[in-house]
Each structure stands twice: as structure tokens, then as C-alpha cells.
């Protein structure tokens, strides 16, 4: 193990905790709005496949992104649609939604199969800071996608712990028939909480043909959404312990294909089977501690609202 | 000004489910016609080519048949749970485990008789299933683990326990190094019935059956619905909560299972990675179409199973077969929105069309004012 391959190491788990973080960032909003979407894999299909054809045909890596961001929104929408308009049920509509989105994308990116990427988003090159032994190559010279994803980690907690959209926002999670009461639209807090996360969905799964692996392939999300639903639960629905978490998950994914490299006799197989050991791990601690003190996911998480059953 | 809003009917529409569905599969259909005529191919020869691929003649009908059983099984893992107000996300996982365990039996039973060995590698699907699905069982009924979460995150466990298999200990010696599992032994394969339909379709739907006259005709399965529409009534009526949720997961893990052993004896001959290619949550549709009823699983089963051979059909026309994943997917929305609509009516009612308020709420305050 070398100095180089050692910060190679450090770099990626930075680069797949960020592509981690922004769709387990956008699952959380959603949850925290009382909205369970499993289709976060098909989201994030979506915003790959999307944003890779708006690449190929634009040649704007931003306007990729943009464009990619919007389809996780609707998509997203979709479940919103069925679940807070209609109140159906939302693991059946979230789990559809990741076979409709893995579905479409294919459908919409067989022709792109292999052809090399329109745009990438290059990586930044801070002043002064880039160049900084260690630190640089690892926290300085990434893609844009990992300050964005840092600017939007920010931004959520701010919302969500410290504006009255955010309080809101949590009474419609914890309690629906309060935050009813309280004046507040479930069902537009519930809508646009869905559509945030599909957003941000979107925006990950643009970050794998944007930037880590600049090609279209079906398949390329490669079972990360569910790697993003397990952060929530794993980050008990705080956007900095998500982070963390984020990077610990991020790094196992980092770390699958370098084993060899270090001399590590173990397999890489194996190895990715941690984050889901790690996050079961964490929900039998949430029940056991659940005795004695309030569970940390939203209290109404996964209960369609209908006011006339209140 | 007046703004439509959705209004609770008294009594849902006649026709309910089997209509919903049709009226899906006709949206669904619909759909498919904008996507491939926005890829310049022509829907109706497409169609076509499915639906004689899936269901044009005994040969091609044996082919759906048997991929029928897997998701009809799956159907009925997620269905069997549901009764009980359980979600068992984990088919997919618990037919991989299934498939794994079976695959282990062929491995030790190579010497054994036929028959012997064919019942062996399905009790192995089942036992293998089980062992998957106790986890969650046993974390859900003791100490109130979501099972949803779990049964889901063991998925893409079992998913890698497959890959390292067929990529380390299992990898067969003389695949020039390629990760394939050894096939198993001949006299381990399922008997055929016709054309390719193998004996699993007639196992399959005698599991379907002995679940659907288990949950709607016994006690046990009174108890079930019972627990499943309020716990506290069953915990009034003496029913054991804990005991009966950790034995429906576990049921509901074998029979998954069993879908896993009989598509290595039936149709996939080796373990591979795509054993199970989906057919876990596939199933859950499946179960969500037929209400979380065992009894309405097969019928869905076999629908899900021609679009996925008629999917298949079609690569040959340059056309991919994600055209019948979306369609499985959209048949659900389609029969979810028919579902709604069933029961509730569009109404027009006078209203600040700003406000974009809570349509089912504002329903009833019509309700109550008329």
C-alpha cells in the first residue's frame, strides 16, 4: 500500500459518499414529510439516463444536470400522485416506480449503449486549496456534484430544523393530522417533499454518467437507491449523521475495488454486503432502544392522510 | 367558480378488482403505443409478436406457465404476509436463498435416485427460504423490527451471497474461468408436463391453492385476517401476535423458496446471479393486484408471466425488452388508479380554485353537507 493508492482510496470513498448522500438526502426529506418511496433506484435511473441523453445531444454537462433533476422530480411525482392524492399504498407505488424507472430508462438509452458522453462535469480546481498534500486530492479537486451535494446537505438541515417550511414540513411526517389543523396543506407539503428527494434522486443518478463512470449503461445505478434507503434509517434521519454514514458506505464501495491492490485477502463481494448487515444492524438498536425512548424515524412515516378518517 | 374534487362513493362500483385491472392493462397497452411509436416501430406487429410469443400456441403457453410459477409463488409470499398486514419485501431474496439452498442439495444429492433427489432440492428451496426469511421474523415478532426494511436490505445480501458462490467456492471448474455454478445433475431436473411446462407449475398451483383455502376457510386463516385488520382485537380474542407473525414470515419465506428450487431444477439448471431475475418484486405487483389475496394470485401470475415472455419475443425486432417491465409497472398504476376511481367519484364543487387543498378531505365536507 502506497501513498497514492492510499489517497486514490480517500478520493473515491469522497466522490461515492456524495453520489450516496444526495439520494439518501432526498429519501430523507421525502420520509420526513411522511412519504416511504422505494422507487429512489428508478429515480435515479431516471436522472442517469436523462441526463446522459442531454449530454450527448446539448453538449452542457449543467444543463444535463438540470434536465436530470427535473425527471427525478416527476418521477417522483408520479408516486406522489398515487400516494398523497390517492392514498395508495406507498411500498407497492414506490416499488413499481423503481421497476418503471429501471424500465424506462433502458428503453430510453438503448441507442446510447457505449457511446462515449457528450459533456462531463469537470472537476474543480479550487485556487491554493487543490494543491494542499493530502487534503488536495482528496477534498479539493472533485466534481462539482460533491460541493453541490454538501451545498444541498446544508441547505435541508436549514430548512428542516430551522424555518417554519421545515416545521411544517416534519408536523406533516410526525403527525398529519396536526400539521392539518395547524393550516397546513398536507397533501402540497407531502407533494413537494416528494418531489425535493426526486430531485435530488435525479441529481445522483446524474452524477454516474456526468462524472464517476461517463458512459450509459443499463443498469449503472447497480442497486445504489437501496444503498440510499438504508442511510436514512442508518442516519436516523439527521442530515449530518446521513453524511457520515454517507462516507463510512461510500468508502465500503470505494474500498470493493481496490482490495486487491492493498493486499487484502478478502472478498470485495462480501465486503459490499455491509452497508445492509450494518443498517439491519442499526434497526434491531432503533427497536430495542424504541422501549425506552422515541423511535427517530417520523411517526406517521408510510401512513397514507385522509382527512375524513381522521 | 367550481373545481372538481374526489368524493367517497357509498358503495365501490361493481366489477372492482377485475375491472381495475383491465382497465390497467388497457392504459398500460396505451402507454406502450406512445413509447414505441416514439421509437419508430410499429405497435401493432409488436403486440402481436407478444401476444403469439406468450400465448399463440400449447408450446408457447408452457413457456408462460412456468414463468408463472415463480411469480405467482413470489405473489403469494408478499400476499400470505399481507393477510396479516405484514409487508414481506423479501421474495426476491428468499427465492435466491431458495435457489442456494437447492443448488447445496444437488451438490450432495448427486448420487441420490431421481425422485429423491428432485423432492430434496425443492424441501431444500423451502428450508432455504425459511432460514432467509427468520431474521426478519423472528426481529419483527420479538422486538418490533420493520420488516419491510429488513426483508428489503436482505435482498442485495442474498443477491452477493449468489455472486460470491458462483464467483469462489461453487465456481465450477470447468468453466475456463468463467463465474458459472456447475449445472446440476440430469435426473435432478423437474419432470416436463408439455411442451416445456415442468411439474413446478402443478406444484405451484397446488401451494396457491392449499394458502388460498388455508386463509379463507380455517380458523387459522380467520385468525390471520383478524390480526391483520386490528391487532389489538386479536390480542383481545387470545390470538398470539408474536407467535402468528413470526410463522406467517416464515411461511412466506418458504414459499418463496420453493419458487427459487424449482427454477434450478426447472429452468435455470445451474445457480446463477439473474436466477431470480426480479421475480421478488415483481411479485409484490402481483400481490397488490389480487388484493393481498392468495386466491387471485395465479390469474395475475399468468398475466405477468405472457408479458414477460411476449417481452422477451420482441429483442428480435430490435425492440428491448424493458418495454415489458414498463408495462408491468404501469398495469399496476393503471388498476391502482381504476382502484380509486371505483370508489370514489369525481364531483364538481364550488371552490377558490387557489387553494390547492386536500381533495379527499374537501370530498367529505360535500359528504356531510349533502
Not at chain 1, 424555518?163 to 403527525?175: M, N, P, Q
Not at chain 1, 413537494?192 to 463512470?213: D, F, I, Q, R
Not at chain 2, 403486440?47 to 403457453?61: I, K, N, T
Not at chain 2, 409484490?284 to 389480487?290: C, D, H, K, N, Q
Request: proline fraction near 5%; aromatic fraction near 6%.
Amino acid at each position: 500500500m502506497n501513498e497514492a493508492s492510499l489517497i486514490g482510496l480517500c478520493a473515491a470513498t469522497v466522490s461515492f459518499g456524495a453520489l450516496l448522500y444526495l439520494a439518501a438526502l432526498g429519501e430523507m426529506v421525502s420520509e420526513k414529510a411522511g412519504i416511504l418511496n422505494l422507487g429512489v433506484e428508478g429515480m435515479m435511473a431516471m436522472g442517469a439516463v436523462t441526463g446522459f441523453m442531454t449530454a450527448l445531444e446539448f453538449g452542457n454537462p449543467w444543463l444535463a444536470l438540470a434536465v436530470a433533476v427535473m425527471a427525478g422530480a416527476l418521477t417522483a411525482l408520479l408516486h406522489g400522485w398515487f400516494t398523497v392524492v390517492l392514498g395508495a399504498e406507498q411500498v407497492v407505488s414506490g416499488l413499481s416506480l423503481t421497476i418503471l424507472g429501471l424500465g424506462l430508462a433502458a428503453y430510453l438509452g438503448k441507442n446510447a449503449v457505449g457511446r462515449p458522453p457528450g459533456a462531463v462535469l469537470a472537476p474543480v480546481d479550487w485556487p491554493v486549496l487543490s494543491d494542499i498534500r493530502w487534503l488536495g486530492p482528496v477534498l479539493f479537486q472533485q466534481s462539482p456534484m460533491v460541493y453541490l451535494s454538501v451545498l444541498a446537505g446544508v441547505v435541508v438541515w436549514f430548512v428542516l430544523s430551522r424555518t417554519r417550511t421545515g416545521l411544517a414540513l416534519r408536523a406533516a411526517g410526525e403527525s398529519a393530522s396536526t400539521a392539518d389543523a395547524a393550516g397546513h396543506s398536507v397533501v402540497g407539503l407531502r407533494l413537494a417533499a416528494v418531489a425535493v428527494g426526486g430531485g435530488l434522486a435525479g441529481a445522483s443518478g446524474a452524477y454516474l454518467p456526468l462524472s464517476l463512470t461517463p458512459q450509459w449503461a443499463e443498469g449503472i445505478t447497480a442497486g445504489r437507491g437501496w444503498i440510499a434507503v438504508a442511510l436514512v434509517i442508518f442516519g436516523a434521519w439527521k442530515p449530518g449523521r446521513v453524511a457520515l454514514g454517507a462516507l463510512l458506505f461510500g468508502g465500503t464501495l470505494a474500498l470493493k475495488t481496490r482490495l486487491q491492490t492493498f493486499g487484502v485477502d478478502f472478498s470485495p463481494i462480501l465486503l459490499s454486503m455491509l452497508p445492509y448487515l450494518l443498517t439491519i444492524g442499526v434497526l434491531v438498536v432503533i427497536s430495542i432502544r424504541a422501549r425506552n425512548r422515541p423511535s427517530p424515524a417520523p411517526a406517521s412515516l408510510g401512513i397514507a392522510y385522509r382527512r375524513e378518517e381522521r | 367558480m367550481s373545481r372538481p374534487v374526489l368524493v367517497r362513493r357509498e358503495q365501490a362500483l361493481r366489477g372492482g378488482q377485475p375491472l381495475s385491472f383491465a382497465i390497467g392493462l388497457v392504459v398500460a397497452l396505451t402507454i406502450g403505443i406512445v413509447l414505441l411509436l416514439g421509437a419508430g416501430h410499429d405497435p401493432v406487429a409488436i403486440y402481436e409478436r407478444m401476444f403469439v410469443a406468450a400465448l399463440g400456441d400449447p408450446d408457447s403457453w408452457s413457456v408462460t406457465l412456468n414463468r408463472a410459477v415463480p411469480l405467482g409463488l413470489a405473489g403469494l409470499a408478499v400476499a400470505v404476509a399481507g393477510s396479516m398486514g405484514l409487508w414481506n419485501i423479501g421474495a426476491e431474496g428468499q427465492i435466491l436463498a431458495g435457489a442456494m439452498m437447492a443448488a447445496g442439495v444437488a451438490r450432495i444429492g448427486e448420487g441420490w435416485p431421481g425422485p429423491v433427489l428432485v423432492t430434496a432440492i425443492l424441501v431444500g428451496g423451502v428450508v432455504g427460504g425459511s432460514l432467509w426469511a427468520l431474521g426478519p421474523a423472528v426481529a419483527r415478532s420479538q422486538i418490533g423490527v420493520n420488516e419491510i426494511l429488513t426483508t428489503l436490505m436482505l435482498n442485495e445480501v442474498a443477491l452477493r451471497l449468489v455472486q460470491w458462490l458462483i464467483h469462489g467456492p461453487w465456481k465450477d471448474p470447468d468453466s475456463f474461468n468463467f463465474p458459472l455454478a456447475p449445472m446440476i445433475p440430469d435426473h435432478g431436473r423437474l419432470p416436463t408436463l408439455f411442451g416445456r411446462a415442468h411439474v413446478g407449475v402443478i406444484v405451484a398451483l397446488v401451494v396457491i391453492a392449499l394458502f388460498a383455502v388455508a386463509v379463507n376457510r380455517t380458523a387459522w386463516g380467520f385468525e390471520l385476517r383478524v390480526a391483520g385488520s386490528s391487532g389489538a382485537t386479536a390480542r383481545y380474542a387470545g390470538i398470539s401476535l408474536e407467535r402468528k407473525t413470526a410463522t406467517v414470515l416464515v411461511m412466506a419465506g418458504g414459499v418463496a423458496g420453493l419458487a427459487g428450487g424449482i427454477e434450478l431444477a426447472g429452468t435455470a439448471d445451474r445457480l446463477t446471479e439473474g436466477i431470480s431475475n426480479g421475480f421478488g418484486y415483481a411479485g409484490i405487483i402481483v400481490a397488490a393486484l389480487a388484493l393481498m389475496r392468495p386466491s387471485g394470485v395465479a390469474a395475475v401470475a399468468v398475466l405477468f408471466g405472457a408479458v414477460q415472455i411476449g417481452g422477451q419475443s420482441i429483442q428480435t425486432m430490435g425492440v428491448s425488452s424493458s418495454v415489458s417491465t414498463i408495462l408491468q409497472a404501469l398495469i399496476l398504476f393503471g388498476a391502482i388508479g381504476a382502484g380509486v376511481l371505483s370508489r370514489y367519484q369525481v364531483r364538481m364543487v364550488p371552490g377558490d380554485p387557489g387553494d390547492p387543498g386536500d381533495p379527499g378531505g374537501d370530498g367529505v365536507q360535500v359528504g356531510e353537507a349533502t
